[in-house]
């Protein structure tokens, strides 16, 4: 019972944190979809700490919450039958994000990080496919910049599920190399040394190349689509601040390798 209620308990704070790291948003595209900061991560680790039962219902949880947040998006449906509704209703948001419940299938079958990991790329895979079935159906009717109903909706949606499965990917491989989730209480992750500065160090080390990957992700990736179609367009990577990208990348990359240097030479003392 004691068991359960913890389960619960952490499913309601996981779902909260969900919802708003959602709500924050580093690009955003026109005809919906958006690129968060890893707002599927609270729910992978939920999913692979309490296993497949617990793990699908805090997914179907924060994919109904999901879909609340977004019913305005039903009005502008092209055409409003039952099945539009219902297509848009589950491919758009209850299949999509209650993939992300696959992390507690597979917490026996890889490794703790491989398991976050793997989870984080096939249920964005599936969200993604999720999306684009949703964009030749629901949406088939709708006025789009371009006859090609399903490639449009292949590249459309591949200019946010991109980006927004790297940020979590990179997200998702951050945090498990610092906090240990599969413990019943999360801890530090395990070090090969037990000296807290060295272990500091390699902390801010992986924090520099993680915002390295955030800020160059959405340099790149918000010049890639057309702002009004949303269509993707490689020949917008003329337009990507290539000055900030390289100083981002360079100060980043700079400071991760000053910090593994510092934190070699602690070691071997």
Not at 63 to 91: C, D, K, R
Not at 169 to 179: F, R
Request: glycine share 6%; net charge neutral.
């Amino acid at each position: 019972m004691k068991k359960n209620t913890l389960a619960l308990c952490e499913a309601g704070i996981m779902i909260a944190l969900s919802t708003i790291l959602a709500m924050l948003k580093l690009i955003d595209m026109p005809y919906g979809g958006s690129v968060t900061f890893a707002q599927m991560l609270p729910i992978l680790i939920y999913a692979y700490r309490h296993g497949p039962k617990y793990g699908m219902c805090a997914a179907l949880s924060a994919s109904l919450i999901q879909l609340l947040l977004g019913l305005e998006n039903f009005s502008y449906l092209p055409l409003v039958t039952w099945y539009s509704v219902v297509v848009l209703a589950l491919l758009d948001y209850v299949v999509a994000y209650s993939a992300f419940g696959i992390a507690g299938f597979l917490k026996k079958k890889f490794s703790y990080n491989n398991a976050l990991v793997i989870s984080a790329v096939v249920a964005s895979a599936i969200r993604y496919v999720c999306h684009v079935i949703s964009g030749f159906t629901a949406w088939t009717a709708f006025e789009l910049p371009t006859g090609a109903v399903m490639l449009y909706s292949i590249g459309y949606n591949a200019t946010y599920m991109i980006p927004e499965t790297i940020v979590l990917v990179a997200a998702t491989y951050y945090l498990c190399s610092a906090v240990d989730f599969s413990k019943d209480t999360p801890t530090r992750a395990k070090r090969s040394t037990a000296d807290s500065n060295i272990a500091l160090m390699r902390l801010l080390s992986g924090l520099a190349i993680f915002a390295a990957i955030i800020v160059d992700t959405v340099l790149v990736f918000s010049e890639i689509q057309d702002a009004e179609t949303g269509d993707f367009i490689l020949s917008g990577l003329k337009n990507v601040d290539w000055i900030s990208f390289s100083v981002v990348t360079a100060v980043c990359l700079g400071a991760a390798i000053i910090l593994r240097v510092v934190d070699k030479k602690q070691e071997n003392k």
